[in-house]
Nanobody
């Protein structure tokens, strides 16, 4: 079992910044990829950014140049620095991780979600 716990969401004005954190814990052998997705009311969940163990990063076009994903592999933690926030960034943000648990068992886990609201 691998658990993900997110933190850092909240209410921010347009143009402001927030930093999300997601820590993985449990029977982890290795994490291949960690990332962030979001789901706005009435919309499907969409990719925001991912970071692979090899250092490759991937961003949605809508957040390029504004959001930065980073990882602390020693802490099994992924961060999302969000700058120049817009009202359309309002959503529940979910952390995702996949890799291998002890015993070489593959896993894929989701966090519980954290609300980000951008409003004046």
């Amino acid at each position: 079992q691998v658990q993900l716990v997110e933190s850092g969401g909240g209410l921010v004005q347009p143009g402001g910044s927030l930093r999300l954190s997601c820590a993985a814990s449990g029977s982890i052998f290795s994490i291949t990829r960690m990332g962030w997705y979001r789901q706005a009311p009435g919309k499907q969940r969409e990719l925001v950014a991912t970071s692979s163990s090899g250092g490759r990063k991937n961003y949605a076009d809508s957040v390029k140049g504004r959001f930065t994903i980073s990882r602390d592999n020693a802490k099994n933690t992924v961060y999302l620095q969000m700058n120049s926030l817009k009202p359309e960034d309002t959503a529940v943000y979910y952390c995702n991780a996949d890799g291998y648990a002890l015993g070489n068992r593959p896993f894929g886990s989701w966090g519980q979600g954290t609300q980000v609201t951008v409003s004046s």
